[in-house]
Each structure stands twice: as structure tokens, then as C-alpha cells.
């Protein structure tokens, strides 16, 4: 596997509300391999943006990591200070937001608000400089007359090209990891592949490496290299997508990809995963999606599963049944590293 770029490791996130404390992700684990482009999948409120920004120091007033790991580069992120976060933010790492129109200054030009970057992280304050650079980014992200665009504001602006802006704002520095929280969902299908294409050639031409938050499957399929499945504020599957894709181990990964529809067939009835996910105010004792999961048995309920993990580590789910679904003999709870096993079933 490529070297790790970003790890998070027990990352535990809670918030403080009036009615009580809130775990919002607990024991997130997951790995960024660099150069490659890591989905982030799972349903609304799984707390999928909730870990980013949890790993960026980008919480509300009322959020606070209690617990965990974030290693960039080997290097803690939990332990910085705030300054020394906004010079990693922007410079090292980039996140776009999934409406531009609300991560942008209503109130100051196109010109200013990409200038802004070069100034803090590169301490340039030439305006004819500023200028330039500014362009070379607007052209970076393919926007006409780029020149002639310094000086309109973002409400002149389509929502694509104000999403092409906000990623020439987050790669101007040349962060080595981009992170994407669903940056293509307020926009059309053929707007959402203009994007998908410039983010792929920017990834190719400045060897980033890309977490995209995303809900859609199949989105996910056509752009990324590695999938992370969360559910309830947990990660319970991960691997390279194509093989949890295609063959999927998690009964929530399950539901997750019959439930995706197919234009092979327009006349099939969408399948549906029964139940509603937990609250957090009260997350079932077990494991998470057993009150929605057809497998679970009284250990699934008792007591939240253990990792089992296989292919050198390439992939992992957290799921009591995985040894007998895999046809492995294994002691329950215990880690699963038996390859050569594995290819006798396969």
C-alpha cells in the first residue's frame, strides 16, 4: 500500500448541547493513502463532514475531540495550536464546501477573495503580482475571461463556477490533501462532471490526495480509489472500492448498494434499508445497525463488534458475522489476517 498521508485513529467528537452531551463520531478509524482519492460514504447525519471537520479543527463553539489521533504527514494534528492550523489550513491542506455560495464573501470581489490566499500563506502584497496570480488560479479551474472575472462578486457567478472558484481558492497554495464535502450535490449532472474531470486533472497534475464526502454511490465508484463506510458515527467498512463494491461484506454496505438505483433496469422497485438510524443522544449498546440489520444475533446486540481485517490490511469491517460470511474459522472478535484462507473461498 502507498504511504499514509492522513490517519485518524479513535477519533471521538462530542458536542455539548442544552439537553446533554452528544458523541457525535466515536472511534473513527480511518487511512488516506497519498495520491489517492478516499470516498467518505454513508447516509445523512452518519457524520461524515462531522469527521473532517473534526480532523481540521474547524468544529463549532459547542464541539470538542475528546479522544484520538489525526496524523498528517506523522505529525498530530490534535496537538497543534490555532495559529499553527491556519497555516496547514489552506497551505498543506484544502477543504471545499459543498455550497460555494455560503463559503464565499458575498460582500468582496472574486479578485480579492483568491488574492486572499496568496497573501496570507505567501505573504505577497504586490497588487500587479496579486493580480496575475489570481488569474493563473481562475484559468487553473478552466473559468473564461478570467482577467475580466476578478472584479465580479460571487451572486454574478453560476453555481458551478462558483464552485470552480472555491477550488482555485483551496489549490492555489498546492495543498497536498483536497477535501471535498459533497461539492457536486447543489449542482446538474453535466455540471457535476465538469467538476469530477477538473478535480481529476488537478489530482494528476499536482499529485493531491482527495477525500470526497459523498452520499452517492455511484459517484463514488467513478471517482475514487478506497471507500470508508460510515454509519452512526462509525467507520464499518473500508477497502479499495471496487473490491467493497463488488463484493461488499457489511449487511449496511449491503443495503446501501441494492438500494442504489439502476438504469439497467427502470422498472425495478428501489429496495430500501427498513428502519431509521439511530439518534446519537442514544446509540444501541451493540453494534449500531443491528436494530436495522436482517443477520443480527444476541452478540450483535450485546456488544459492538471488533475489526476483522484482511488483504495485508487493505480491508477491514467491523461486523460479527464477517468470519462465518467469509467462511473462515476464527475465534470470535479476533482480527482476521488470514489471506491465504481467504483465497481458498474465494
Known amino acids: 500500500m502507498s504511504d499514509i498521508l492522513l490517519e485518524a485513529r479513535d477519533l471521538t467528537t462530542q458536542l455539548v448541547t442544552k439537553s446533554g452531551t452528544i458523541t457525535a463520531i466515536d472511534h473513527v478509524n480511518l487511512r488516506v493513502a497519498a495520491g489517492r482519492t478516499l470516498a467518505l460514504v454513508g447516509e445523512s447525519g452518519s457524520g461524515k463532514s462531522m469527521t473532517c ?88 479551474v478552466r473559468i473564461p475571461a478570467a482577467a475580466e472575472r476578478l472584479d465580479s462578486y460571487p451572486f454574478q457567478f453560476s453555481g458551478g463556477m462558483r464552485q470552480r472558484v472555491s477550488i482555485a481558492i483551496n489549490v492555489a497554495a498546492a495543498p497536498e490533501l483536497l477535501i471535498c464535502d459533497e461539492p457536486t450535490t447543489a449542482l446538474d449532472v453535466t455540471v457535476q462532471l465538469q467538476i469530477l474531470n477538473l478535480l481529476r486533472e488537478l489530482q494528476k497534475s499536482r499529485n493531491m490526495t482527495i477525500v470526497f464526502i459523498t452520499h452517492d454511490l455511484k459517484l463514488a465508484a467513478q471517482f475514487c480509489d478506497d471507500v470508508a463506510i460510515m454509519y452512526a458515527g462509525r467507520v464499518v467498512e473500508r477497502g479499495p472500492i471496487g473490491e467493497v463494491f463488488h463484493r461488499p461484506v457489511h449487511p449496511y454496505t ?93
Open 53 to 140: 471537520s473534526s480532523m481540521l479543527g474547524l468544529l463549532p463553539a459547542n464541539g470538542r475531540v475528546v479522544k484520538g489521533q489525526v496524523l498528517f504527514k506523522g505529525e498530530d494534528l490534535l496537538k497543534k495550536t490555532p495559529k499553527q492550523m491556519r497555516l496547514i489550513r489552506g497551505r498543506q491542506i484544502g477543504m471545499v464546501l459543498q455550497d460555494a455560495m455560503t463559503s464565499l464573501n458575498p460582500l468582496l470581489t472574486i479578485g480579492e477573495q483568491v488574492g486572499e490566499i496568496f497573501r496570507y500563506h505567501h505573504g505577497i502584497t504586490n497588487k500587479a503580482e496579486l493580480r496575475r496570480l489570481s488569474i493563473a488560479a481562475l484559468e487553473a
Open 254 to 346: 449491503e443495503g446501501l448498494l441494492r438500494a442504489a438505483p439502476s438504469l439497467a433496469d427502470l422498472q425495478e422497485r428501489l429496495k430500501t434499508i427498513p428502519g431509521t438510524p439511530p439518534s446519537p443522544r442514544a446509540w444501541p449498546q451493540g453494534c449500531r445497525f443491528a436494530p436495522r440489520c436482517a443477520l443480527a444475533d444476541a452478540r450483535c446486540n450485546a456488544q459492538y463488534p471488533n475489526w476483522f481485517g484482511w488483504d495485508e490490511g487493505q480491508r477491514a469491517v467491523a461486523c460479527w458475522r464477517t468470519p462465518e460470511r467469509l467462511g473462515l474459522q476464527d475465534a470470535p472478535g479476533e482480527p482476521v489476517q488470514a489471506e491465504a484462507e481467504l483465497e481458498a473461498v474465494r
